[in-house]
């Protein structure tokens, strides 16, 4: 089994930034895992946010590039989510996703943006 452990989400105003983590834990060779992160709004679907590949390439969703930044750790089976210049339309919950294979879920951490 597969334990993803998600924190660092928060109330924020807009423009600014949180950093999201998530650590991997239990039977998992992390660096062979594509990481992502996904969010979902209320009465929305969960949609994707960013991905990192085993090898460390990247792909963002066209709502978040320029903004936002995944990267990994795999030192220390951990995957960030750098957030900057957040906007309200931002606001869900956000999940840790590890992928090979088969799909495993963290718990989300909620991130909402409002003055």
């Known amino acids: 089994q597969v334990q993803l452990v998600e924190s660092g989400g928060g109330l924020v105003q807009p423009g600014g930034s949180l950093r999201l983590s998530c650590v991997a834990s239990?039977?998992?060779?992390?660096?062979?895992?594509?990481m992502g992160w996904y969010r979902q709004a209320p009465g929305k679907q969960r949609e994707l946010v960013a991905v990192?590949?085993?090898?460390?390439?990247?792909n963002y969703a066209d709502s978040v590039k320029g903004r936002f930044t995944i990267s990994r750790d795999n030192v220390k089976n951990t995957v960030y989510l750098q957030m900057n210049s957040l906007k309200p339309e931002d606001t869900a919950v956000y999940y840790c996703?590890?992928?090979?294979?088969?799909?495993?879920w963290g718990q989300g951490t909620q991130v909402t943006v409002s003055s």
């Open positions: 996703n590890a992928r090979f294979i088969q799909d495993y």
């Open positions: 239990g039977s998992i060779i992390f660096n062979i895992y594509a």
């Open positions: 990192i590949s085993r090898s460390g390439s990247t």
